[in-house]
């Protein structure tokens, strides 16, 4: 739903916004590729040509993706690509800042609401206003209950997560 929205906002005439496009097209292919890969974190496959077909993607982006997003498991029962928690966040920011940069068409990093595409990529709002924070962004939480961001100067990150001591 927010892709068709995003892509129905974007004018192709207008000077600046094939970028938009381009973005808008990368996005909706790392989207299929989190859609794919997000219901067991886990693609079996003996190579990734396998786990890139599996995915439907086009061959050198479906690579990339691979490389970018899960860790190469071998042994065991069955061969394929996993993903740990902490790509899992990765991804999931990633798709976050893409489609910050596919929405806005000023060029100012700034986003009214974040929801509906929270919800097309089964992301809790919460979770992925936190996410935005560690990118950077300045998020804020509207009257209506959309969550906003916007990436301001100077960047402000959050203080660093500390693991539990044992």
């Not at 916004?17 to 079996?44: C, E, G, P, Q, W």
């Not at 995915?55 to 490389?67: A, D, Q, S």
Request: proline content about 4%; glycine content about 6%.
């Amino acid at each position: 739903q927010s892709m068709i929205t995003l892509i129905s906002s974007i004018n192709p005439n207008k000077r600046g916004n094939s970028y938009r496009l381009k973005a808008a097209f990368f996005l909706f292919l790392v989207m299929r590729f989190h859609s794919r890969i997000s219901k067991k974190d886990f693609i079996t496959g003996n190579t990734v040509d396998d786990c890139v077909n599996f995915t439907k993607l086009p061959h050198e982006i479906g690579v990339r993706l691979f490389e970018i997003f899960t860790t190469r498991m071998e042994g065991g029962k069955e061969n394929g690509y996993i993903a740990s928690r902490q790509l899992k966040d990765k991804r999931l920011m990633y798709l976050l800042i893409l489609y910050v940069i596919a929405s806005d068409a000023s060029k100012e990093m700034k986003v009214s609401s974040i929801n509906q595409f929270c919800k097309d990529i089964k992301l809790d709002d919460k979770n992925a206003a936190m996410l935005l924070r560690e990118a950077g962004f300045a998020v804020k939480k509207s009257g209506t209950g959309d969550w906003g961001c916007a990436l301001n100067a100077p960047l402000k990150f959050p203080p660093p997560k500390r693991g539990k001591r044992s």
